[in-house]
């Protein structure tokens, strides 16, 4: 069992940054694979980006690709989600989550997702 709980939502600008987090706590931190979701109001819940266990590995979604980074901070049981040149079309809730099963590859799909945070609102204004 793990609990994540995100922070560093906000409001920002068109073109800025934020930095989100996401701090674990329960189950070694390294047992988990960590990712970011999004949902905006009336649309389902999308993939963003996931990291693997050891943080050698990452995806993307298109949209965010070259924008956003996911890392990990093993010694703070925390994952982040750096977001630079933010647009409009970015504003949403965002989601931390995770999961313990092995797959292939990085999953983008929330069902494989067992465990969730309460999410952060994120709102880019033009």
């Known amino acids: 069992q793990v609990q994540l709980v995100e922070s560093g939502g906000g409001l920002v600008q068109a073109g800025g940054s934020l930095r989100l987090s996401c701090a674990a706590s329960g189950r070694r931190f390294s047992s988990y694979t960590m990712g970011w979701f999004r949902q905006a109001p009336g649309k389902e819940r999308e993939f963003v980006a996931a990291i693997n266990r050891s943080g050698s590995t990452t995806d993307y979604t298109d949209s965010v690709e070259g924008r956003f980074t996911i890392s990990t901070d093993s010694a703070k049981n925390t994952v982040y989600l750096q977001m630079n040149s933010l647009k409009p079309e970015d504003s949403a809730v965002y989601y931390c989550?995770?999961?313990?099963?092995?797959?292939?590859?990085?999953?983008?799909?929330?069902?494989?997702?067992?465990?969730w945070g309460q999410g952060t609102q994120v709102t880019v204004s033009s």
């Open positions: 989550a995770a999961y313990t099963r092995i797959y292939y590859n990085l999953s983008r799909y929330a069902r494989n997702y067992e465990y």
